[in-house]
């Protein structure tokens, strides 16, 4: 393997394993593990299953708890804008995850050390291991450490597009075009990165990049929503 300083990482999240190849495992990427020819179960993908499962039921029970009187329907839908791809993305960088991965030169090549799906996939996979490593309470812990916070802010990840359009019906009467045009894509088909802006009555406000069209307009989106709260201080 290659030179990665796993008690830096250990020291960052707050949690030293006993099993130290159970961060191991969670940190390698299918692509490290394909080049070496290693055994599926190398990869951090069986661990991302139990991460996801995990994380789905801490977060549930914090919800419930902090929030006695709200509808279900209404907890479901904060749990998905905590945990979707891009709020996990967050939570990851902010423990740089992606400098401590394993990735083949295939995806370091085409930076997805940076990439949202591949952070929050090992994000959850670093869960799933500590579950396994340390049990119930320490894996509460992290996700209340790094999940569980800025929950306002989170919430507009899940949709920010609907958010937007909610936004904008309420601030301004007439007929309103929203719109997203993309204004570079690059890359070869199998990985493209898109990024677009998004106009409001042919005004431009915020942009975006992602690598689909859907999840660069979700980011341009959720830069114009924070650009419009500013606009009313």
């Known amino acids: 393997m290659k030179s990665i300083d796993l008690q830096k990482f250990q020291e960052t999240i707050g949690y030293t394993f006993k099993n130290k190849s159970l961060l191991k495992n ?6 490290y593990a394909n080049e070496k020819h290693w055994k599926y179960e190398t990869n951090n993908e069986r661990l991302e299953f139990l991460g996801d499962a995990v994380l789905e039921l801490i977060s549930s029970e914090f919800i419930y708890t902090a929030n006695p009187h709200m509808e279900e329907g209404k907890m479901t839908k904060m749990r998905a804008s905590l945990v979707c791809e891009m709020s996990l993305a967050v939570s990851a960088r902010e423990i740089h995850l992606g400098k401590y991965l394993y990735l083949g030169k295939g995806e370091l090549h085409t930076g997805g050390d940076r990439r949202d799906s591949i952070l929050s996939d090992a994000f959850e996979a670093v869960l ?7 049990g119930y309470e320490p894996a509460s812990r992290f996700i209340k450490r790094y999940v569980l916070t800025d929950i ?51 005004k431009e406000y915020g942009r975006g990049c992602g690598h689909t069209k859907k999840s660069a307009e979700q980011q341009a989106a959720y830069e114009t929503i924070l650009i419009l709260r500013q606009e009313r201080q």
Request: glycine residues 8%; negative net charge.
């Open 26 to 31: 969670a940190l390698t990427h299918s692509s």
């Open 128 to 134: 799933g291991a500590i579950y396994l490593d340390g």
């Open 152 to 202: 306002e802010k989170k919430q507009l990840f899940h949709d920010s597009k609907t958010v937007l359009q909610e936004i904008i019906q309420g601030k301004i009467h007439e007929e309103t075009q929203i719109q997203y045009p993309v204004l570079k894509e690059e890359g070869p088909d199998h990985n493209k990165t898109f990024e677009v802006c998004c106009v409001i009555n042919g």
